[in-house]
T-cell receptor, first 114, second 114 residues
Framework: GNSVTQMEGPVTLSEEAFLTINCTYTATGYPSLFWYVQYPGEGLQLLLKATKADDKGSNKGFEATYRKETTSFHLEKGSVQVSDSAVYFCALTPRWTGRRALTFGSGTRLQVQP | DADVTQTPRNRITKTGKRIMLECSQTKGHDRMYWYRQDPGLGLRLIYYSFDVKDINKGEISDGYSVSRQAQAKFSLSLESAIPNQTALYFC?????????????FGPGTRLTVL
């Protein structure tokens, strides 16, 4: 079956530090990969996505590259801000099948200190 | 106005009670989903519906039922609530484009079963 593994949190960083949140996956075929973000008290929002190998998704200074050879989709940001404090979820959906619901990782909480 | 709304936002109930959580969307999407979120477990799929007449069980459907009253409405019911159904529940919608599904989430319903 499909699964997503994320690094456990919380991750605590100082403002302007470099961020990496690791994500690896197991799936049949070539899934589409996503990062969702959940700010306190809110629902999940799509942060970025990639649909094929070597694609790079990017948004709001965050980036992630679809690495088929290592089955990874690590999230990075060069300089985090306090406003980036949230829970980040890596997820996948299988392609080219009739049923496409998301499989989520367990989430990684990021805390950015001023 | 929000594209995906959930009611109620918070609910406290007692063991054995019947509970209905409602979800409405104005995005015009044909696909709708119910997830539950538990600390450290990410989001898990309860039920999903790809159109009004197509309803499918997810990975944790036991103890839950759903109703797709219209394209825009998808309700989740707990026929006889139990304490381990205490969780944060999210509704989501999607419309498949180009072979991928980007999902849009509601704000969540926090359910406590005493």
């Amino acid at each position: 079956g499909n699964s997503v593994t994320q690094m456990e949190g919380p991750v605590t960083l100082s403002e302007e530090a470099f961020l990496t949140i690791n994500c690896t996956y197991t799936a049949t075929g070539y899934p589409s990969l996503f990062w969702y973000v959940q700010y306190p008290g809110e629902g999940l929002q799509l942060l970025l996505k990639a649909t094929k190998a070597d694609d790079k998704g990017s948004n709001k200074g965050f980036e992630a590259t679809y690495r088929k050879e290592t089955t990874s989709f690590h999230l990075e940001k060069g300089s985090v801000q306090v406003s980036d404090s949230a829970v980040y979820f890596c997820a996948l959906t299988p392609r080219w099948t009739g049923r496409r619901a998301l499989t989520f990782g367990s989430g990684t909480r990021l805390q950015v200190q001023p | 106005d929000a594209d995906v709304t959930q009611t109620p936002r918070n609910r406290i109930t007692k063991t054995g009670k019947r509970i209905m959580l409602e979800c409405s969307q104005t995005k015009g999407h044909d696909r709708m989903y119910w997830y539950r979120q538990d600390p450290g477990l990410g989001l898990r799929l309860i039920y999903y519906s790809f159109d009004v007449k197509d309803i499918n069980k997810g990975e944790i459907s036991d103890g839950y039922s759903v109703s797709r009253q219209a394209q825009a409405k998808f309700s989740l019911s707990l026929e006889s609530a139990i304490p381990n159904q205490t969780a944060l529940y999210f509704c989501a919608t999607s419309e498949s484009t180009g072979g991928t599904d980007t999902q849009y989430f509601g704000p969540g319903t926090r359910l406590t079963v005493l």
